[in-house]
């Protein structure tokens, strides 16, 4: 149907597959593909490369790494939920120096794009993280992981606080290659995450991943408590997938130009499809690599098709496409390839 | 490397309190190890049950017409479980496996024995079959709280060296635990090796009885898993590495069979304040 809107024909020859131009850019990051996958839900690849060559989607967003190596949280650390599942994993992980020497290096050589997530305690701990990854190669772009809390401010957590929030992309920035790409990862956990990503795009982020876990809790009923030994826990998967679709329109709306890493539930390329009209330039998948391994480069595939059989030659053409044809007078002028170089 | 099948269920038999299904699964036999396990995709593609069950591989079936077929005990749980015993012949069901590290086979003819609780005997025929075909002595000591919790008494037998039946109740076999007469049959046969799978109070109780008669035991776990392929860190345990160190690993890459003299039973479900990376040295 709306192949007659946007008035393509079929590309080149009639035996040809259609081919679809999936390349897609987060500001100076360039993508050959549009599909990444989410931290946490991928360690650093090399588990997922059994299942599928991970270079062929757009790139892996490693685990959120800290400064030092953490033992994480007591099990139990999950809870399946409807659609979806409570995790409390509390960053376990090697610590940013024995990354580099394991992780990091696998994936250079691997010649994989590689975002790299990083967490802290302290606007302190960024700054040392992202200094220490300074000189280090295979780093396409960094990914910060706002939603920790800040011990320098009784715990509030980062994400929810616009200053604190600008003042870790300020630290960021100002320690890490100026070449590199700074993504921060957003929260849903706040009553208008407009105003957190304005102020984080004023601090100079280079582009937004949207959506973080969402808080949740299960009570198991036969032993009466918590069900998670670290009480509550982060609700990902499908049932937050409407949230994050959310989240992606309201930020479009505010910050036209912004890049945007969508998430949250995807599971088909069509889930995928709704984050790129809503305004994602890429996005990542999660939890549902837990329940099929090779979902990203499957969700990659579907994604092309549905693109194709919308008409679309590009991915680039259906950014924010939602927004256009959204009928209440509010509309963003967003042409084909404006995000390209913001 | 693990595979990720679209197989077919080929047979559902009761057995106690257990289902046994049979799966087509073109090309996992062949890479199958005792100890290894599958996970089984729920409820179809469209299902609000997000993550994968694990199992282990009770048998599998190199050839025949299915190009490969395996077997998986499915004792009911929730609703996962329940979901699974209701599959019927020829019902689609997605698999990823072979999954995890398998038990470590003596490479000397050792005399070994095997320890299950409840369906935790899944594993050890195809693990008594392959001690046996190299010449080892293994003898299987089976154990649930009840007859009809007991998995495969009828055919162990045919693969053991010599089976003991424990049970908590008494309705078969001797009444009480594995664990009552583990430390006799270790020096009955002069065991060197304990292999062991079930409860993890069961493989607590196993691991020190093997100490104490200077036995290596190899145990397999189980631990709630998301993703059983490693890449989620839901599934940890303490466990003591070679250079001595305490790491909280996960069991479903690194296990889930350990060495049960270097898994920290009474510490599981904690993180040990001594671990790498354990809050009280955090910023250190
Ligand atoms: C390596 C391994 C091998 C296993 N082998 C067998 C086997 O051969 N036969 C068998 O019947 N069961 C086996 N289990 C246990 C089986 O995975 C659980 O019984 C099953 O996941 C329960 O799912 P459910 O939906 O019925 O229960 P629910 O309790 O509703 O499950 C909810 C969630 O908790 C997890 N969970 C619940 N109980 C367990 C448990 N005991 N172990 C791990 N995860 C759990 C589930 O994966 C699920 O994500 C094994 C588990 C592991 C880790
Ligand atoms: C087990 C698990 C671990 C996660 N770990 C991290 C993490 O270390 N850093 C981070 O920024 N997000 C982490 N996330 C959040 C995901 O990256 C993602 O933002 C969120 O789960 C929503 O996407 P999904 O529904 O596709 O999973 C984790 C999610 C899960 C389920
Ligand atoms: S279950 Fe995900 S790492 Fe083990």
Redesign the pocket.
Known sequence: MTRAIIGRAPRQGPTEIPTIDMSTSLGNLHLLAPVLTASGCASSGRELDQFFDITLIGGIVTKSVMLHPRAGRPTPRMA?TPSGMLNSIGLQGPGVEAFIERDLAWLDQRGVTTVVSIAGTSVDEYARIAQKLRNASGISAIEVNISCPNVDARDQVFACDPDAAGHVVQAVRRHSDPRTPILVKLSPDVTDITEIAQSVARSGAHGLSVINTALGMVIDVDTMRPKLAGVTGGLSGPAIRPIAVRCVWQIRKVLPDIPILGMGGIRTGLDALQFILAGANAVSVGTMVFNDPSAPLRVQNELALALHERGFGSLREAVSYAHRAHADGSVVDLRPGDHEDS | MPLQVKGEILDVRRVGAYSVLSITAPGLPERTRPGH?VTVGMGGEESSMV?R????IHNVQERGVYGGSMD????L??????WLTERRRHDPIDIVGPL?RPFVLPKERVACVLVGGG?GS?PLFMLADQLRERGCRADVILGASSEDKLFGVLEIKRVCSTLTITTEDGSQGLRGRVTDILGESIEKFDAAVVYACGPMGMLEAVADIAVAHRAYSQCSV?????CGIGVCMTCVLPVIGDDGVTRMVRSCVEG?VFRGDRVRWEDVGTIPADALGAPAEAGT
Do not use: D, K
Not at chain 2, 53 to 56: G, I, P, Q, T, V
Not at chain 2, 72 to 75: C, K, L, N, Q
Not at chain 2, 222 to 226: I, L, N
């Open positions: 399946e | 396990f993550l069950r694990a199992f282990a998986i005990v499915v004792g749980n929730g609703p996962g479980t329940r995890g369906y899944a189980e631990e709630s898993m998301a889930p």
